[in-house]
């Protein structure tokens, strides 16, 4: 086991933390003893919050998902199972388990503020207000920019293991209809399509399980939604080997769903259907129950440049069937179907090409 990789700097924070305790409460312990003395915590406040002790802090709460992450995988061994659960039973636990005793500095941190903002309430001089009311500014902006790398630091494990999971086949594989000449092909063999998901603004939305009806089958799909794509997927359970290893013991990022949890432990993967759809150019409509018979929430997708993109498809058709040259049309003739555009389309369009002008 990874002493590190489970608790990171514990023990140092353990240690900060237990000094400052001691160094706090005995400020008070001398008050009560000799009643003519004031409370002064300026000077252990200064030594502590404009020490070191935020920042061992931080390193450790920056530390806190990838130690539950690798706790989630050494869960999965039977010998370590048995032993966290007798170290558990132990009296010093008071029947805390492991998460709820990794979580406790983080809270701890949290209150920090509250502490100081007590203090502050209570005191009558004015320049040890000021201080405190300093202190306590620097430790909420301490807290906010720990929240910030938090954030990004789990957004960034969670997208690293979408990588791994999302599989993003060739053009000429993923639409039969599609060419492309043989000599152009290694230049597309790497696929770029995987950096979409490296952008450290992209935020994963919800991702679950749909059925997905076409015109001749109907398919399970698994959707992901992201702050500006939609991205149709299928999953595909392989019992794929992670580096040699056991896939029951694949780490696990938490804040997946459990199905999509299910499916990375069993080394599975979602293989993207089509391009992604882009969140400005969707609009969505739910279909009366009416219509539709053996599905329940049936919606319908449709994205707004699906119909332009059959329009340039459709392009060296026309090209063929034009009398005169095409660059002669273009300043005078629109190339949309007759009776104008309609006002959404979806990605299949069925105008056949005479009712294009």
Same mark, same amino acid.
């Not at 409460?25 to 200064?46: C, M, N, P």
């Not at 039969?176 to 995987?194: A, T, V, W």
């Not at 990375?264 to 129950?289: E, M």
């Given at each position: 086991?990874?002493?590190?990789g489970l608790f990171a700097n514990l023990e140092e924070?353990?240690?900060?933390?237990?000094?400052?305790?001691?160094?706090?409460?005995?400020?008070?312990?001398?008050?009560?003893?000799?009643? $003519?003395?004031?409370?002064?915590?300026?000077?252990?406040?200064?030594?502590?919050?404009?020490?070191?002790?935020?920042?061992?802090?931080?390193?450790?709460?920056?530390?806190?998902?990838?130690?539950?992450?690798?706790?989630?995988?050494?869960?999965?061994? $039977?010998?370590?199972?048995?032993?966290?659960?007798?170290?558990?039973?132990?009296?010093?636990?008071?029947?805390?388990?492991?998460?709820?005793?990794?979580?406790?500095?983080?809270?701890?941190?949290?209150?920090?503020?509250?502490?100081?903002?007590?203090?502050?309430?209570?005191?009558?001089?004015?320049?040890?207000?000021?201080?405190?009311?300093?202190?306590? $500014?620097?430790?909420?902006?301490?807290?906010?920019?720990?929240?910030?790398?938090?954030?990004?630091?789990?957004?960034?494990?969670?997208?690293?293991?979408?990588?791994?999971?999302?599989?993003?086949?060739?053009?000429?594989?993923?639409?039969?209809?599609?060419?492309?000449?043989?000599?152009?092909?290694?230049?597309?063999?790497?696929?770029?399509?995987?950096?979409?998901?490296?952008?450290?603004?992209?935020?994963?939305?919800?991702?679950?399980?749909?059925?997905?009806?076409?015109?001749?089958?109907?398919?399970?799909?698994?959707?992901?939604?992201?702050?500006?794509?939609?991205?149709?997927?299928?999953?595909?359970?392989?019992?794929?080997?992670?580096?040699?290893?056991?896939?029951?013991?694949?780490?696990?990022?938490?804040?997946?769903?459990?199905?999509?949890?299910?499916?990375?432990?069993?080394?599975?993967?979602?293989?993207?259907?089509?391009q992604p759809i882009p969140l400005d150019r969707l609009?969505?409509?739910?279909?009366?129950?009416?219509?539709?018979?053996?599905?329940?929430?049936?919606?319908?997708?449709?994205?707004?440049?699906?119909?332009?993109?059959?329009?340039?498809?459709?392009?060296?058709?026309?090209?063929?069937?034009?009398?005169?040259?095409?660059?002669?049309?273009?300043?005078?003739?629109?190339?949309?179907?007759?009776?104008?555009?309609?006002?959404?389309?979806?990605?299949?369009?069925?105008?056949?090409?005479?009712?294009? $002008?």
């Amino acid at each position: 086991v990874d002493l590190w990789g489970l608790f990171a700097n514990l023990e140092e924070l353990n240690q900060v933390s237990l000094s400052f305790v001691t160094d706090f409460f005995k400020i008070i312990k001398d008050h009560v003893t000799a009643s $003519e003395s004031s409370l002064d915590f300026i000077s252990v406040l200064t030594k502590y919050f404009q020490g070191n002790l935020c920042q061992i802090h931080q390193i450790y709460c920056l530390h806190y998902t990838s130690a539950i992450f690798y706790l989630e995988n050494l869960r999965q061994r $039977e010998d370590f199972g048995i032993y966290l659960k007798w170290c558990e039973q132990n009296e010093q636990c008071k029947r805390l388990h492991l998460p709820e005793l990794l979580v406790a500095p983080l809270h701890r941190l949290t209150r920090y503020p509250l502490l100081l903002n007590n203090i502050w309430k209570r005191s009558t001089d004015a320049a040890q207000k000021a201080t405190i009311l300093s202190i306590k $500014e620097k430790v909420e902006k301490s807290l906010r920019d720990l929240e910030g790398k938090v954030k990004w630091l789990d957004n960034f494990q969670k997208f690293r293991q979408l990588q791994e999971v999302i599989i993003w086949p060739p053009l000429w594989d993923r639409d039969k209809r599609f060419f492309l000449p043989e000599c152009l092909k290694h230049i597309l063999r790497e696929n770029m399509s995987e950096n979409i998901l490296s952008s450290s603004n992209r935020q994963l939305l919800h991702e679950g399980r749909l059925t997905l009806a076409e015109s001749t089958r109907i398919l399970d799909v698994y959707l992901f939604l992201f702050n500006d794509f939609l991205l149709i997927t299928k999953t595909k359970r392989n019992k794929k080997k992670y580096g040699g290893s056991d896939v029951g013991l694949i780490p696990v990022c938490p804040s997946f769903s459990p199905e999509l949890q299910s499916l990375v432990k069993d080394g599975g993967s979602c293989t993207v259907l089509d391009q992604p759809i882009p969140l400005d150019r969707l609009t969505l409509k739910n279909i009366d129950p009416f219509h539709v018979t053996g599905m329940f929430n049936a919606f319908c997708i449709f994205c707004k440049a699906a119909f332009y993109v059959q329009c340039i498809h459709r392009a060296p058709g026309l090209c063929t069937t034009c009398t005169r040259p095409l660059t002669s049309l273009l300043p005078q003739h629109r190339m949309v179907p007759k009776g104008g555009l309609p006002p959404e389309s979806s990605h299949e369009s069925h105008l056949p090409p005479e009712s294009w $002008e």
